[in-house]
């Protein structure tokens, strides 16, 4: 377990509107690693190591806590015991995980901006793997065998990508030089792009997902999305087509997902499922033409730096008395 590094830290609770007189209060700040502690610590800052997944003693009191989502998914209901808790602050965009959790005066921001790179990079990475069919070279040199594979490709495939947020507009701008047949983006509502590009609504899926060779979803799970890629959208999608998300993983039907992969008409990029963390006995880890990768789309050194650069302007925000950003109503 992580060492308390507040001890010899001011534990003064920050009054509602974070300064009196001129004087900046200390926020107890929960955060989940003694190095995230070092790099946010500063004047009216008092971090409290206290990880939301890992941590077996109950919450300290604290003004705020900084989270990533944890595994457990036990352990997420902790979030509403946190004495004095006023704020949390996601170390992600997602936040479906925490609503239901969250106290009705406990307000939310989010990590927007410090991860749509690394997922979209991610994203990228799975598309050119399942094309190229990386994990058969992988395989193939296990075995100490040279058997030149021929495969399908990025350049002259049409890539239907499900959302136009921050991570679907990132893996478009990505998408692009390695020259596409279209790139066709679909989000909730129809619109014109100031381009002079067409975002497509979702009523006219039925008749874009026969064109799509590369199908991408990069949307958040809410009610509205919840099993969205279902037998019936799965079937309207062309034969050999490869399905990849990137987004969360109740949007796609994993039983309906199964099915086609177990055919061999469809391939499929993961880097979310549902359930998550996958069961070792899961039959998804076996499917044909699956790849499959631990949800790290935003686990690297860079969004590591931004992450806590934007924790760092929040806190002060806080301290000073001004409204977080990236605020989630």
Do not use: Y
């Not at 502690?37 to 919450?59: F, K, T, Y």
């Not at 790139?183 to 909730?188: F, G, K, N, Q, T």
């Not at 999305?225 to 987004?247: P, Q, Y």
């Amino acid at each position: 377990m992580e060492t308390d590094v507040s001890a010899s830290q001011p534990q003064q609770r920050a009054c509602p509107d974070g300064a009196q007189d001129g004087i900046i209060l200390a926020l107890r700040v929960l955060v989940p690693t003694a190095r995230f502690a070092e790099e946010i610590s500063g004047p009216g800052i008092a971090p409290i190591v206290w990880h939301l997944n890992d941590d077996p003693a109950e919450a300290p009191a604290a003004d705020v806590l900084v989270t990533e989502r944890p595994r457990e998914f036990a352990r997420r209901a902790r979030v509403a015991n946190i004495p004095g808790l006023r704020h949390v602050h996601l170390l992600s965009i997602g936040c479906e995980w925490v609503l239901e959790h969250l106290p009705a005066d406990v307000t939310l921001s989010n990590s927007r901006g410090a991860v749509e790179d690394s997922t979209a990079e991610l994203g990228m990475a799975l598309i050119l793997a399942a094309l190229r069919e990386l994990p058969d070279a992988v395989r193939q040199q296990s075995r100490h065998e040279w058997a030149p594979l021929w495969t399908t490709s990025l350049h002259g495939s049409v890539v239907l990508v499900l959302g136009h947020g921050g991570v679907g507009k990132e893996l478009l701008a990505r998408l692009e030089p390695f020259r596409p047949a279209a790139l066709i983006p679909v989000a909730s509502r129809a619109r014109a792009l100031k381009n002079g590009g067409q975002v497509h609504g979702p009523e006219e899926l039925p008749g874009l997902l026969p064109t799509a060779d590369v199908v991408v979803v990069t949307l958040p799970h809410d009610n509205s999305t919840r099993h969205l890629v279902d037998a019936a959208f799965l079937a309207h999608m062309k034969d050999g087509a490869l399905l990849v998300n990137i987004g969360r993983g109740p949007v796609v039907d994993t039983a309906a997902l199964l099915a086609e992969l177990g055919t061999g008409r469809l391939r499929a990029a993961l880097d979310v499922t549902d359930p998550e963390p996958l069961p070792s006995d899961h039959p998804l880890w076996d499917a044909p033409g699956a790849l499959i990768t631990p949800h790290m789309a935003g686990n690297t050194a860079e969004f590591l730096r931004l992450a806590t650069e934007l924790t760092v302007t929040q806190l002060g925000r806080m301290s000073r008395g001004e409204a977080p950003l990236h605020l989630v109503q």
